[in-house]
């Protein structure tokens, strides 16, 4: 019994050594995606186009590949006022993974003649979120929109 005791006692030794993870364990704000950049906000007639570049690296400086996707925040007027989330863009597969940088999304919301300050937030699969990129500020006029390139638009 001792030996079995001890080829038991053994084992389960190698076995904890085995298990978990072998790598050093990363602080948080080492994992956060570093911020959006190139945020900007422009008057188009179905909204505000926002556009902005995507992060590619964690904030300690390693290469991403969990990134999730956006939220986009917006304050009203040119206070400091609060923000509150009015979209999210949830990456999958073939997004999360493509070369191209470069992102948009059109706030459908916005009322003529409205100032807005925008910014947009970077988070991982897993959760973490970056600092917010921004603030983007514009005053919605739909009218002052460049027009439709040729060959865009609504088809006849």
């Known amino acids: 019994m001792t030996r079995y005791a001890g080829c038991v006692g053994l084992a ?11 790598t050093p ?3 948080p704000e080492l994992v956060q995606p570093n911020p959006a950049t190139s945020l900007e906000a422009r008057s188009a007639k179905e909204g505000v186009v926002l556009t902005w570049r ?6 300690g400086g390693g290469k991403m590949n969990d ?3 956006f939220e986009i925040e917006r304050a009203s007027g040119e206070g400091a006022g609060d923000y509150a989330q009015i ?3 949830d990456l ?3 997004t999360r993974f493509r070369p191209q ?6 706030d459908t919301t916005a009322v003529p003649g409205g100032q807005y300050r925008y910014r947009v937030v ?18 919605f006029d739909p009218s002052k929109a460049p027009p439709t390139p040729a060959g865009e638009g609504s088809k006849h």
């Open 12 to 22: 389960l030794a190698g076995v904890l050594l085995a298990c978990g993870n072998k």
């Open 25 to 27: 364990v990363r602080p």
């Open 54 to 59: 995507r992060p590619n690296e964690y904030s």
């Open 67 to 69: 990134l999730g996707g």
């Open 87 to 89: 979209g999210r863009i």
């Open 92 to 94: 999958d597969d073939q």
């Open 101 to 106: 940088r470069d992102m948009a999304w059109t």
């Open 122 to 139: 970077a988070f991982t699969l897993d959760g973490y979120e970056s600092a917010p990129a921004g603030p983007a500020t514009v005053v």
